[in-house]
Structure formats: structure tokens, C-alpha cells
T-cell receptor, first 118, second 115 residues
Framework: GAGVSQSPRYKVAKRGQDVALRCDPI?????LFWYQQALGQGPEFLTY????????KSGLPSDRFFAERPEGSVSTLKIQRTQQEDSAVYLC????????????????FGPGTRLLVL | AQSVTQLDSHVSVSEGTPVLLRCNYS??????LFWYVQHPNKGLQLLLK??????LVKGINGFEAEFKKSETSFHLTKPSAHMSDAAEYFC?????????????FGTGTRLKVLA
């Protein structure tokens, strides 16, 4: 079946502009993660959803970042009043948790949205 | 707390020679470890994962990794590099302390394959 998709693939924003990044997870996947990958770095965790519930948002860097997944499928990451330091690739991943051995779950990643704030 | 350290930011090998990408981990749990590959402008693709079933893990495209608890290592190897292996490689540990099992990534190793 289809993998994780993200849109747009590229986004250029002027400083101060609001942006919305979309993630379509693999159908039926309960868990959804957002990561931020700065240039030359490994991805860093932003937030986690289990179905529609946002269970962990400890990685969101400021209150300008907001994520939602209202129906437990598609998720949107919104950044308000973008700053140059928000320039990065935003990755979405989904997984299907098992009743045991959750640490072994494979996360399936989308291609990412590359955000450039000028 | 859990973490992974990738010991080399860049590795260059000649085509047809062995590949070794090094990763050390720190975990207070029995770790779940992964290697992912990222080609330019592509998503992260799982190469292999260690889930305690076997210490030598075979993955896709001829890659394998060996879990060594005594050395807290999980190095990635391939007997013969191919030009198509040129990419960024990430060692990952699943965060078992958070309840979310989010991934903790290393800083990455860029593999260059010389013709």
C-alpha cells in the first residue's frame, strides 16, 4: 500500500508568516510522530500522537509550534510567526503499535517537508 | 536516559571494499536499535533493527549489524560497497523511558563511495 506522504515537499516562507505542514500516515497506523531535522543533523523528536490524542509534545521548541490530528489519521504541524531558526526538514513517521514489544516498532517515514524561512 | 553516538561523521570507501559505520549506545534498558539510511531528498528507510532475538542482524541491500553488549556497540557493516550505497546513515535507539517509544537519532554518518 501507500507509504507516508507529506505536503508540501518544499515551502518558502517569509519571516513572520504562518505555515501548515500536512502528514498522511499509513492507513490504520495508530502512532504518529513529528521530527525536525536541521541541516547536517539527525532528526529530533517534536511530538507524538496515539490516534487523535497528543500524548507527548515535549519536543516542540516553542509555543509557536502546534500540531493536531483531529480524526486520528491526517496530522498537521503548524508554525506561527516563523523565524529563520525554524528552517529545517520536518519529518512525519507512523507506526502500528503492538500489544507488547513496543520498543521494537518500526517507524515508517515520509519524504519530509523542507521549510526555508527568509 | 538513552542515547546513541555515531563515531564518524564522514566515511569514504572505494567501490567493492568493506563498509564499517560505527555506533555506540547508552541505555538503562535492553535497547531496541535501528539503522536507517537517507538518500538525498528521500525519506528515511529502515535497513535493519535489533530486537534481542539475535545479536547478528541482517538487513536489506547486504547490510548487517552486530549487537555487542560488552562494548555497547551496534556497528553497521557491508562486505562490498556499491556506488548506490552513498547516503547518510543514522543509528537510532527507541526511547523506552518516555512511554512513547520515540526515536533518538545519532548525528549521522555520511558515506561516500569512490569509483
Amino acid at each position: 500500500g501507500a507509504g507516508v506522504s507529506q505536503s508540501p515537499r518544499y515551502k518558502v516562507a517569509k519571516r513572520g508568516q504562518d505555515v501548515a505542514l500536512r502528514c498522511d500516515p499509513i492507513s490504520g497506523h495508530v502512532s504518529l510522530f513529528w521530527y525536525q531535522q536541521a541541516l547536517g543533523q539527525g532528526p529530533e523528536f517534536l511530538t507524538y500522537f496515539q490516534n487523535e490524542a497528543q500524548l507527548d509534545k515535549s519536543g516542540l521548541p516553542s509555543d509557536r509550534f502546534f500540531a493536531e490530528r483531529p480524526e486520528g489519521s491526517v496530522s498537521t504541524l503548524k508554525i506561527q510567526r516563523t523565524q529563520q531558526e525554524d528552517s529545517a526538514v520536518y519529518l512525519c513517521a507512523s507506526s502500528f503499535p503492538r500489544t507488547s514489544g513496543r520498543s521494537q516498532e518500526t517507524q515508517y517515514f515520509g519524504p519530509g517537508t523542507r521549510l526555508l524561512v527568509l | 536516559a538513552q542515547s546513541v553516538t555515531q563515531l564518524d561523521s564522514h566515511v569514504s570507501v572505494s567501490e567493492g571494499t568493506p563498509v564499517l559505520l560505527r555506533c555506540n549506545y547508552s541505555s538503562s534498558y535492553s535497547p531496541s536499535l535501528f539503522w536507517y539510511v537517507q538518500h538525498p531528498n528521500k525519506g528515511l528507510q529502515l535497513l535493519l533493527k535489533y530486537t534481542s532475538a539475535a545479536t547478528l542482524v541482517k538487513g536489506i541491500n547486504g547490510f548487517e549489524a552486530e549487537f555487542k553488549k560488552s562494548e555497547t556497540s551496534f556497528h553497521l557493516t557491508k562486505p562490498s560497497a556499491h556506488m548506490s550505497d552513498a547516503a547518510e546513515y543514522f543509528c537510532v535507539v527507541s526511547d523506552q523511558g518516555s512511554g512513547t517509544y520515540k526515536y533518538i537519532f545519532g548525528t549521522g554518518t555520511r558515506l561516500k563511495v569512490l569509483a
